[in-house]
């Protein structure tokens, strides 16, 4: 009777802490912390190892828990893939060039093209940002001037035009009303210290669901990414080592500071309520990772690379991933103290993102796509 009465209690209590995990999500532009241990097994049969003498699995059928091992999943497309979130540990979406949306239902292993969006406008027709508030709803923007909506898991979209000639370049939603645009002024200077699109940027903001946007001009700086910490802090970071943070759910925007004035800041993520990592560049031979402890007030560098890079997740519990071109990984397991280099292939790491605390997710160019269990 004791051991049926035990058996029974961890049945319920392993149940509860896979509900607890499915209704959190790690990687939705609203961090979580949280700790969680799904399982750490990878299948697979035949190994490569490519000139890094990282091993790289081909195929899925032997069991392997082993960590230095990333998988290449098929992705059915060569469109170069941007964007990728995922909303719970099983449903994932990515967003890609030509419009393209793909995807998954197991944690990132299978992965099927959704739909094509039309973001033709501007000259561009990629897929920057996404913002999915579960495996149903979802936004999109892009080259264009629409922002995209989504209630049948990428399917479908219905379209909104919005009141700007600038690309958008990150979207990120609250919940079902509010959310947030941020742009990036498409126009190409060629002289000056820092050539180059998005001198100038832009905050939308709809509290309708996206049926109506209002601006906010922030000068100088390009946005390339938004991300809240919780419901009413926020950070908007982009061209010119621009900065914004919101105390009050996104109503007024603050100029922060960073010390990467001529650089672009590309993607953050927090790991706690007050310390976050955003990763950009200077050149495409010169990446950087800097670091906030005070909310997004103030950045500052604690790593360079060779490299640029683009992409930087974490999964709430020590570990923070970025990556960037030439195959390149940066990647600390002590929430950010230290750092170690890595090479998956040679092709441009894009994106990353943990669908659950163990497995991480890759996307790059001409629809690559690795996994990794750890």
Known sequence: MIMQNLSARLVLLALLAIAVFSAMSLNSCKDKFITQAPDTIIHHDTIRTVPDTTRVVIHDTVDLDDSSVWVYRASGTTDDLVIVQFPDQNNGYIGGSHGIILGTANGGINWNTHNYLGTEGNGGTVIYGLSFLDLLTG?????????????????????????????????????????????????????????????????????????????????????????????????????????????????????????????????????????????GYIDTAHGVILRTDDAGHSWQTIRSTPFLLQGIATNGNGMVTACGWGGNI?????????????????????????????????????????????
């Open 139 to 279: 936004w999109a923007v892009g080259d264009g001037n629409y922002v995209y909506h989504t209630i049948d898991g990428g399917f479908h979209w219905d379209s909104t035009l919005v009141n700007t000639t600038y690309f958008l370049r990150t979207t990120c939603f609250l919940d079902a009303n509010n959310g947030f645009i941020g742009t990036s002024d498409p126009s190409v200077i060629s002289t000056g210290p820092y050539p180059g699109p998005g001198h100038y940027g832009q905050i939308f903001a709809t509290h309708n669901g996206g049926k109506n946007w209002t601006s906010t001009p922030i000068g100088s700086g390009g946005i390339m990414y938004i991300r809240f910490i919780n419901s009413t802090n926020g950070v908007a970071i982009g061209r010119y080592g621009t900065a914004f943070w919101t105390s009050d759910g996104g109503t007024t925007w603050k100029p922060g500071t960073s010390d990467l004035p001529g650089g672009v800041l590309n993607k953050c993520v927090f790991t706690s309520a007050n310390t976050g990592f955003a990763v």
């Open 330 to 374: 940066s990647e600390s397991t002590d929430g950010g103290t230290t750092w170690k280099e890595s090479q998956i292939g040679t092709i441009r790491w894009i994106d990353v993102v943990y669908s659950s605390v163990d497995r991480t997710i890759l996307v790059g160019k001409s629809g690559r796509i690795a996994t990794r269990d750890k």
